[in-house]
């Protein structure tokens, strides 16, 4: 298993390029099982999760072809995927592939709409509370399938095609809006989305589906208008860039100090951190190659900051900006509202000599002087760059395990780190 070796105390000066939204790349995705006809992605970036889903799609039959490298692109520029659903040949998305991803759940709104009928499995997925799947299958059910859970799957059935409906969410969720979102768009007539996830992955995958044919309308608000049409068909699009990977390099600069270009990045899609990390006393200059975060010489100042659906400050980059955190002076406070137990790095960041209380859904950070390097483990996707944050801080030596929760969402991760200056390394086996 890999392992990242950090020696901290190196600011970071140059720039980054950040990839495309791998939460974009993924419904995206999962979207082409809508046609028969080719999907092309350009800036797809290069994640495990990428390719773990170019696996459960081949299972339902997609080919995916994914395009050489062009003259004058560089080893950062993201890939070309040409994604074709022609013969869906099985409905069934099975447990050991849809357990290792739990967004491959989502193949049930397509392969439902467009077949009448999906078996996926229950997810499993980050070890990050229980995450449920149940109003996903209330969207469905709205939208006229039946549903039955048979040992561990999830059976749904529309043998007429699905039927557009009122779907008025409880609670925002992403997964369960891109799901209502497909499903809707190839059913007979209008569905309205209350309540709606605000997310721009939301708007990313509605504009690409409205390029295949698709007619909807209101996403990026909380209300999203869907008139059903009988057929999609293929479409070029371009995934947004990463505003988790651009916050959590943001980040990074801000604890190491430096001054670094974010290159693509698009500030408006990270508008809430951007301002926690504008309190902290970290300068945020966009520009026409992205966004320019520096910090030079002045310390950190503490933040109180509550997770929240967008456009509030994103879960993703909780556990980094703990990190952050860690050094600021004086006592910030992070309040976690969408995932429950989504704290699983504080242990480690303690290990490093970060001073953390937990109580219920509430951390207090308290900060201090002065981190050090250690051995740790990376326990999930986002918690495990936290403690790259850290280790970038941290006296001496910081050795981050199991890093292959990191390469599910940042590509290149020490090289674009290293690019800037940082002494950081992979050790590989
Ligand atoms: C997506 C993102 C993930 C991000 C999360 C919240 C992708 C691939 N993943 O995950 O990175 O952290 O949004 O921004 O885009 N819930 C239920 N029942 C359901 C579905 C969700 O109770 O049927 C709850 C969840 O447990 C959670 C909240 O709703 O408490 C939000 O979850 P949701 O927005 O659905 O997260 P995902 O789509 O899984």
């Known amino acids: 298993m890999d392992r990242i070796r950090i020696t901290g105390g190196k600011r970071l000066n140059g720039s980054i390029p950040i990839a495309g939204a791998k939460n974009a790349t993924l419904p995206l995705m999962i979207a082409s099982l809508l046609t028969d006809q080719t999907l092309v992605l350009d800036n797809v970036p290069r994640l495990a999760d990428v390719g773990l889903l170019q696996r459960i799609l081949g299972n339902h039959g997609v080919d995916i072809m994914v395009s050489g490298k062009r003259p004058g692109e560089t080893q950062y520029d993201g890939q070309t995927l040409h994604i074709s659903a022609a013969n869906i040949v099985d ?3 099975p447990y050991e592939l849809v357990s290792r991803m739990r967004a491959s759940f989502w193949v049930i709104a397509p392969l439902l709409a467009r077949m009448g009928e999906a078996r996926v499995s229950m997810p499993g ?6 995450r449920p ?3 996903l299958i209330m969207a469905l059910d709205n939208l006229g399938a039946e549903i039955e859970i048979d040992r561990g799957y999830v059976v749904a059935r529309a043998r007429n095609g699905l039927k557009g409906g009122k779907i008025s969410f409880p609670k925002v969720t992403v997964g369960g809006t891109h799901t209502a979102v497909m499903a809707a768009s190839i059913a007979s007539g209008t569905t309205v989305i209350e309540n709606a996830a605000r997310e721009p992955e939301i708007g990313d995958v509605a504009d690409c589906l409205n390029k295949m044919g698709a007619r909807i309308s209101g996403a990026g608000s909380s209300r999203i208008v869907i008139e059903g049409v009988s057929k999609l068909g293929g479409a070029r699009h371009r995934v947004l860039p990463d505003r988790i990977e651009t916050g959590t390099y943001a980040m990074a600069v801000a604890m190491a100090g430096g001054e670094v270009v974010l290159e693509n990045a698009r500030p408006e899609l990270l508008q809430a951190a951007f301002d926690v990390l504008g309190q902290a006393g970290v300068e945020i200059t966009p520009t026409n190659a992205g966004v320019r975060v520096a910090r030079n010489g002045a310390g950190l100042a503490p933040v109180q900051v509550t997770t929240s659906p967008f456009p509030g400050f994103p879960t993703d980059l909780q556990a980094q900006l703990m990190a952050l955190m860690t050094r600021a002076k004086g006592i910030s406070h992070i309040t976690e509202t969408i995932f429950e137990n989504r704290f699983m790095h504080v242990q480690e960041l303690v290990r490093l000599g970060a001073r953390i209380t937990l109580n219920g859904e509430r951390a207090t950070i308290e900060g201090v002087e002065t981190l050090k390097g250690a051995p740790v483990m990376a326990t999930d996707l986002r918690a495990s760059v936290s403690l790259v944050i850290a280790a970038l801080a941290a006296e ?7 890093v292959y929760h990191l390469d599910r969402g940042f590509e290149r991760l020490e090289d674009k780190l290293a690019g800037c200056g940082a002494a950081i390394e992979r050790l590989s086996g």
């Open 91 to 93: 409905t069934t998305a």
């Open 125 to 130: 997925g980050c070890a990050i509370g229980t």
């Open 133 to 135: 799947v149940d109003l």
């Open 396 to 402: 001496g030596e910081t050795i981050v395990n199991r």
